[in-house]
Structures are given as C-alpha cells and as structure tokens.
C-alpha cells in the first residue's frame, strides 16, 4: 500500500484538521491504530494526529476544540465532514513520557521535537506508524520500528525494550494480548516472556481498565478464545478473573471434548456479542459442584453456584447493575430441562398430548430469565454452548421445539412482571385500608404468580376477589 493509498483512505474532516495545522506552519502527522487498521483492512474506529504545535497554539488555531487531555498534550478538535456531520479528531504535542507512576500514568510530559521520538514512546510497533499529512511531502510514511513489517508478518512486538515498555504501563500487557486476538496476530517471543515477568506492574492496573479491554478482546475477535488462551498463559488472567482458572483441567463426562475452561472459552466463540459474558461464565460454578460416583462424574447445582460466581466476579469487575442481573440470569438458567418428547411421536400419538410444557412454566421461564428479549437470548446461549462440544450432535429439531412452544405462549396475552398486573399498590391500600408495606409487596407478588399460570385473571375485579381471599387467609385484614 503506497502513501497516497493511505491518504484516499483518510476521511475529509481528519485532512481537514491537518490542512490547518500545516497553513499554520506546523506538522500533522496520522498516528496509531487507524493506519494499523488501514493496512489490515478494517475500518479504523477514530484518527488521531500527531503535530509540533502546543495545546496552547492547536486551541488558538481550532475555534471547536476541547482540552480534554491538555495535561497531556492532547486537544479534542471538532470537525466537519462535506456533509456538515460532526466528528471529533484528537490532537496530541509530540511528546516523550517519564516517571510512570500506579502501573499506569506518566508523572512528567515532555513534550519532544520530532515525530521519531513521540514514536518511540508508543507501545507496540503496529502503532509506532505515522503518515505526514502534508501533501508537499508526498505524505510520507515513518516507521522506525519496522512495524509495517510486523503488520506483514502478524506480529505483536513492544517498541525498544519490553520489559520497559510495560513497566510504564501495565495495561501494555492486556492490551497485547487483545490486539492479537483482535488481528489473530502471534505475539512475539520477547514480548510474551515479558508480559510474564512485569505482572507486577500489570496486577495494579485499575480494574475499570481491565473490564474494558476484556470487552474489546470478547466483542472485536474473530475468535476470543486465542485472547483468553493468552490471557491465561501469561497469569493475566490469574490477577483479574482467576475463578476462571478453577475450570483448567477440570475433565467433563464422556460427552464433552474439553476441560471446563477450554469449553467454556470455545462456547464464547460461538456466541453472539449479546451473550458473550454469559457465554464465558456459563460454567463457571461447574469447579466448586463436581461430585463423582458409580455413574460417573457430575456438576449438580453448578448454574445456582456459577450464578453466584458470576454476580461476584462481574461486581468486582465493576460492571453496571442492570449488565449483571441479565447476564447471572442467564448463567442462572442455561440449564433449564426442556421434556420435549412429544415432538418424537407420530402425528397419531400425540393427538392430545401435553406439549411439553403448561403456558404457564413457559410463561414463569420467561420470567425468571429476565423477559422476552432476555428468552432469546437464552436460547442462543443453549445454541452456543451446544455448538462448542464436537462431541454432541446439535439437534435442531429438539431446540424447534420450545422455540415453538415459546412463540405460541408469547403471542398470547401475559403478565411478566407486577407492572403488568390490573392492578396496583394504591387499589390494595384503598379498598382494603392495609397500611402501605410489605404486604401490599406480598399481594402483588401473590397475584403475579396467579396470573402467570392464568392470564385471564389479570382484570382488576378479579385481581381484587384473589388479593381478598389472600389478605385474610394470611390474617392481614381484621374487617372486610
């Protein structure tokens, strides 16, 4: 790929941002992981340039700019595509780094003269790439490092001295192992020996850091399985997750290929990006259940225990509330037993036949696992962690068959949750006199269960004759 291929593939409103800095009379170089994604084929997910100017003379030039990260050299520019759409385009002063301090941020900046040493400071050659901007240059590509080589060959390689680079910064060592699962790139033999020697550094990155790049590694890999491999060969993940390491070596009945870890990161790679958490905690209470007898080995209970695991594990990683409910949910009931023999039997014999499941159970599943978007999302994780085991042979015929089950239930009138319920807290206060509490709590939970198993008592008369006869069977009303 020749510079000028490059710069066809450089949106207008980055040129744009250049051209200024250059009539300005200063540098503007690309930098970074779009050219990285350039060259690969990919389409980069933001540019960022690299320029001789100060944050002080790049605000004066840009009227549309933020200081987001001036500490650092670094000013956010607001610019404008042909079609007057925004984006924003970070502008960073040449810099060198020193004195790393918590595993992480430099102490001291200083800013540097040339595009050479910024590059010299950067982490991995396949970002130690720049293309000057400037149209009188021919846009030159710099590469000091030979990382357009390393991009060539799929090598992950540390700039200079490895065991320097993430001594700087400990997030080095995660992010190497993502960007070779994210390019299903071999990390060079150097580089990998150091991750190892520097966990020191990498065990006092914040956790907020590590969650974020596992995320990228699980959403942005072909497979995330090589990450998670590396991940757990280097002792990274021993620091973050090391739950997970509980499943290595961990033999499985006769039915299934792998250890418990290795199953456990294969189903992720037949996962949806939707269930890709769920995915790798599936099986994660199936170490601490394993029993074994005259039958063979077993994991009873391990969904009930693998849930608690994962709330544990994903509040440590300090995920958002409402991401650990669906997904322990999930883990929780992957495991449900669907008795789907009717579907086996002639068309004769199952004239009449209970189908399974009542609407009810369905209904209650649905609820259980978190609604109707969170139900097909368990089934996808029941296709995902089927697919993973070479030994089972995915019936597609027995999944037809609650999925049919669960379609016939959903396009029938249901109540999922108490919001759904005819009824409300202040009805149960009014026409009972009952202070307002736990056993108004009660009460709705109680006729929630009613109309789950019989929808068509979800109207408020009803609602009121069924929460009468639970008030004073439990002796919570004295008169009515």
């Not at 000091?144 to 060592?173: M, T």
């Amino acid at each position: 790929m020749t510079s000028i291929d490059f710069k066809n593939k450089i949106p207008d409103y980055v040129t744009k941002v250049a051209n200024r800095l250059i009539e300005n009379g200063y540098e503007a170089y690309l930098v970074g992981g779009s050219i990285r994604d350039i060259i690969t084929g990919k389409t980069p997910d933001d540019f960022d340039i690299a320029t001789n100017a100060y944050p002080e003379q790049i605000t004066k030039i840009f009227d549309k700019s933020i200081p987001t990260g001036a500490k650092f050299g670094t000013i956010t520019v607001i610019s404008e595509d042909a079609h007057g759409e925004k984006f924003d385009v970070e502008v960073t002063t040449y810099r060198s780094e020193a004195d790393y301090v918590g595993g992480r941020w430099p102490s001291r900046v200083e800013f540097a003269r040339s595009i050479d040493e910024d590059l010299s400071r950067r982490d991995f050659t396949i970002n130690a790439i720049a293309l000057n901007l400037d149209e009188s240059n021919n846009f030159q590509i710099v590469d000091p490092f030979n990382g357009l080589e390393d991009i060539n060959n799929k090598i992950i390689r540390a700039v200079g001295n490895p065991i320097d680079r993430f001594e700087e910064d400990g997030l080095r060592a995660v992010r190497a192992c993502r960007l070779a699962s994210q390019l299903n790139f071999t990390i060079e033999q150097a580089t990998f020996d150091a991750i190892k020697q520097t966990l020191h550094v990498t065990k006092l990155v914040s956790i907020e850091r590590f969650r974020d790049e596992l995320l990228k590694l699980l959403y942005k890999s072909p497979k995330p399985s090589v990450g998670l491999r590396l991940l757990k060969e280097s002792g990274i993940l021993q620091l973050f997750i090391p739950e997970l390491l509980e499943g290595v070596d961990v033999t499985q009945p006769e039915f299934h290929s792998n250890d418990v870890f290795e199953h456990s990161i294969l189903t992720v790679d037949e996962a949806e990006d939707s269930i890709k958490l769920a995915a790798l905690f599936h099986d994660i209470g199936k170490p601490r259940t394993i029993s074994k007898d005259e039958k063979g080995t077993h994991f009873y209970g391990h969904d009930i225990a693998g849930a608690e695991i994962t709330k544990e594990v994903m509040k440590r990683l300090k995920f958002p509330n409402i991401e650990i409910d669906r997904t322990v949910k999930l883990v929780r009931w992957h495991m449900f037993y669907y008795p789907s023999a009717d579907w086996r039997k002639s068309e004769e014999e199952a004239k009449g036949a209970e189908h399974g499941w009542t609407d009810g159970a369905i209904r209650r599943l649905i609820q259980n696992v978190g609604g109707e978007e969170a139900i097909d999302d368990l089934l996808k994780l029941r296709i995902a962690d089927q697919l993973s085991n070479k030994k089972y042979q995915f019936d597609q015929e027995e999944l037809d068959a609650i999925t049919r089950r669960i379609a016939d239930v959903r396009a029938k009138e249901m109540a999922l949750k108490i919001s759904d319920l005819d009824i409300t807290g202040n009805d149960l206060i009014e026409n009972f006199d009952i202070p307002a509490g736990p056993i108004v709590g009660q009460t709705l939970k109680f006729l929630l269960e009613k109309v789950i198993d019989e929808p068509g008592l979800n109207k408020k008369v009803d609602l009121l004759i069924l929460a009468k006869e639970y008030l004073t069977k439990n002796n919570f009303l004295t008169s009515h």
